[in-house]
């Protein structure tokens, strides 16, 4: 095999090529120097970058990562956990498309009230201004009313003191 395989390293390393041409790779390696060299500094770059990946302490993420480690029985972020970190952006996203189904009808719901609140406390305010303005009328009435009742009473306590004095 005169052909290098540094286009398949990189898959070689995920562990995602097939039988086949992982051993072909393999075979390759163990003659090639220069493609076991590149081997050895992908593996270092990749470990880099998960170590700095693992590293990256994004707020609000502490919860997932400490699920995360539980899973991996704190042996680290692996591919497997790189992965289960997709698993959960889904489910994460699911969860979210769910709750908003659940809550889109509520929010409609609470809209409506609110609406309806409004439109209540609209007629109220309309009614109160109707009774401010028909103030003047009633407040002349109360004072056309009260003057009524004091000269009645004024006339009713000078019949009952001279009735007194009569009697
Ligand atoms: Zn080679």
Redesign the pocket.
């Known amino acids: 095999m005169g ?4 286009d398949y390293l990189s898959e070689y390393v995920d562990g995602e090529l097939q039988e086949e041409t992982r051993q072909l790779v393999e075979s ?2 163990e003659g ?1 120097a ?3 060299q ?1 081997l050895r500094e992908l593996t270092q770059l990749k470990t880099l970058f998960f170590q700095a990946y693992e590293n990256v302490n994004i707020p609000g993420l502490e919860f997932e990562q400490s699920v995360l480690s539980k899973i991996n029985g704190n042996a680290g972020m692996g591919f497997a956990a790189h992965r289960i970190n997709w698993l959960f952006i889904l489910l994460g996203g699911i969860f979210f498309l769910s709750l908003s189904a659940i809550l889109g009808p509520v929010i409609y719901l609470v809209v409506k009230f609110a609406t309806a609140i409004f439109k209540v406390s609209m007629s109220l305010l309309h009614a109160l201004a109707g009774l401010v303005s028909a103030i003047p009328f009633l407040l002349e009435a109360f004072l056309f009313t009260t003057i009524i009742i004091l000269g009645i009473s004024f006339f009713s306590v000078r019949y009952l003191l001279k009735t007194k004095t009569i009697g």
């Open positions: 052909k290098h395989v540094k390759h390696m090639c220069e493609c076991a590149e």
